[in-house]
């Protein structure tokens, strides 16, 4: 029998379809297992299946309704969506469940931000990164402050997450971007 341990290394390598594969074998033995449904949301949201990564999210919820990761994973498939009401719905559950998790609060504050309420979108996401200097929340933030033409708070969010990860595309595309915005 597959273990739930090969399909987190399979997940871990990419190979999200034999992972999704062992996740759902393991679910004719024990369907009420919300780490498991976890899993398949995850995988699927990786494959860009929003629809079967909510559905999926949805089931652990029913399961486990204060599963902080569930409640994530759910409101990150609905801002896939632009659902941002629903996003930010299950989103503030999973904060309030794991408080200062720098990946809910980084989504978190996207979702605000996009739901027109911008300055809360932008401090909850400044959080975020203060919490971790990621690269993916020092980006998203320098997006978010080049849209409101802060592009000198775009171009340092930017420098920090080239200085982490010079090799991202995404990285170097913003840094780039914003180093031209806030030289003009």
Known sequence: MQ????????????????????????????FDNNELWEEIADNQLSLNRNDLALSA???????????PNAQYLTGFAYSRMF??????????????LFPNH???????????YHN?????????MSRSA????????????????MQEKE????????QKAYMV????????RCYILSKELSHQ
């Open 165 to 172: 990860n010079p090799c991202d595309d995404r990285v170097f």
């Open 116 to 124: 027109d309420r911008k300055q809360n979108g932008i401090a909850i």
């Open 83 to 96: 659902k941002w009401e629903e996003s930010i719905e299950h989103l503030e559950k999973a904060e309030e």
């Open 3 to 30: 273990s739930f341990s090969k399909a987190l290394s399979l997940k871990m390598s990419g190979e999200h379809e034999k992972a999704i594969k062992i996740l759902e074998m393991l679910l004719l033995n024990d």
């Open 151 to 158: 592009y000198l708070k775009a171009f340092s969010c930017a």
């Open 57 to 67: 999210s949805k089931m652990a919820i029913q399961i486990a309704p204060k599963s």
């Open 130 to 145: 203060m919490i971790e200097e990621s690269p993916h929340t020092l980006i998203d933030l320098a997006v978010l402050y």
């Open 102 to 112: 720098p990946e809910i609060l980084r989504c978190l504050g996207w979702g605000l």
